[in-house]
């Protein structure tokens, strides 16, 4: 695995003080609840996205149905989905949503 990392997100209080990055081969959620971090491989994350505030007034309000890592449905948040594993949806709120997808979408097979 490549040790070096392209993006690291902030800790912060909305996202729970837990830490996401985004590496050339893979993506890494760590979470301090689950004590434990996500190691997704580029080749399987099917897609990622920006999504809204559950709460918010943009008309958009679909309920998310899979693992949530933080309190994503308070703010603007990443919802990433994978082909493979029993959550195949995992919403988390980086510090910069609008960053985290585009270097995401760049690692992606066929970028």
């Known amino acids: 695995m490549n040790d070096t990392p392209l993006y690291i ?3 912060m209080a909305k996202n729970l003080w837990q830490e996401y990055r985004i590496y050339h081969d893979r ?3 760590q979470s301090r609840f ?3 971090t996500i190691i997704v491989p580029v080749n399987e994350i099917q897609a990622v996205e920006i ?5 918010s007034f943009s008309g958009r309000k ?3 149905w899979g693992m949530k890592m933080d ?3 308070w703010c603007r948040h990443v919802l990433l989905t994978k ?16 960053k985290f997808v585009e270097i995401c979408k760049s690692i992606l097979p066929g970028s």
């Open 9 to 11: 997100s902030k800790r």
């Open 27 to 29: 993506v890494e959620l």
């Open 34 to 36: 689950l004590f434990h």
């Open 51 to 55: 999504r809204p505030s559950f709460f």
């Open 62 to 64: 679909e309920f998310i």
């Open 71 to 73: 309190n994503c449905d």
């Open 83 to 98: 082909t493979r594993g029993l959550f195949k949806r995992v919403g988390f709120a980086p510090d910069e949503p609008e």
